[in-house]
């Protein structure tokens, strides 16, 4: 069974444009959070979604913005791209509801911004 | 609000000795808790994790971790480093009860180097 998968793997935009992230989460699995991590440091959480609703956001401005689809895949958003948004971009899936914690991350992807 | 702290950025062991990777939380409820490896340009991995149930816990790859409540620390080990256990690990919290909405909050990381 194929693990949670994000595209595109590696990504290089200049400063004030905008780019869209993808997640597929596992199979079965209906919450989707986003992490954002910058070299050298841990994850920051950004956004979850559960049953396509916005249950969770952490302290990132407006500029970022999340979706989660019928199918449950999930998009992250990021306008107006500031050189400190340059960072690794994971998503995270689990099954929501009662489930605990979050088990299973993608690769991530890597976003470079000049 | 909840925070995690890992003690040491880096540890350096030598194949075949203990490893000893150091976390404390802060919560004013005991929460549950993670531990995470993160080998390069990978994403993470879910090694084991703590929701109170038996306060030691027994990962995958040798790994266990006990949670202490008095100490409020959540201690990984393993009783004899490999080689591939080079890598880094991240101790993790979340608030208890309720449905998994709630938010991961990671500690700093510590880069675990394994001599041979």
């Known amino acids: 069974d194929a693990g949670v998968t994000q595209s595109p793997t590696h990504l290089i935009k200049t400063r004030g444009q905008q780019v869209t992230l993808r997640c597929s989460p596992i199979s079965g699995h209906k919450s989707v959070s986003w992490y954002q991590q910058v070299l050298g440091q841990g994850p920051q959480f950004i956004f979850q979604y559960y049953e396509k609703e916005e249950r969770g956001r952490g302290n990132f401005p407006d500029r970022f913005s999340a979706r989660q689809f019928p199918n449950y895949s999930s998009e992250l958003n990021v306008n107006a791209l500031l050189l400190g948004d340059s960072a690794l971009y994971l998503c995270?899936?689990?099954?929501?509801?009662?489930?605990?914690?979050?088990?299973?991350f993608g690769p991530g992807t890597r976003l470079t911004v000049l | 609000a909840q925070s995690v702290t890992q003690l040491g950025s880096h540890v350096s062991v030598s194949e075949g000795a203990l490893v000893l990777l150091r976390c404390n939380y802060s919560?004013?409820?005991?929460?549950?808790l993670f531990w995470y490896v993160q080998y390069p340009n990978q994403g993470l991995q879910l090694l084991l994790k703590y929701t109170s149930a038996a306060t030691l816990v027994k990962g995958i790859n040798g790994f266990e971790a006990e949670f202490k409540k008095s100490e409020t620390s959540f201690h990984l080990t393993k009783p004899s480093a490999h080689m591939s256990d080079a890598a880094e690990y991240f101790c993790?919290?979340?608030?208890?009860?309720?449905?998994?909405?709630?938010?991961?909050?990671f500690g700093q990381g510590t880069i675990l180097t394994v001599h041979p």
């Open positions: 993790a919290s979340r608030n208890a009860g309720g449905t998994s909405y709630g938010k991961l909050t």
């Open positions: 919560s004013s409820v005991p929460p549950y």
């Open positions: 995270a899936s689990s099954l929501g509801g009662l489930e605990v914690g979050v088990g299973f």
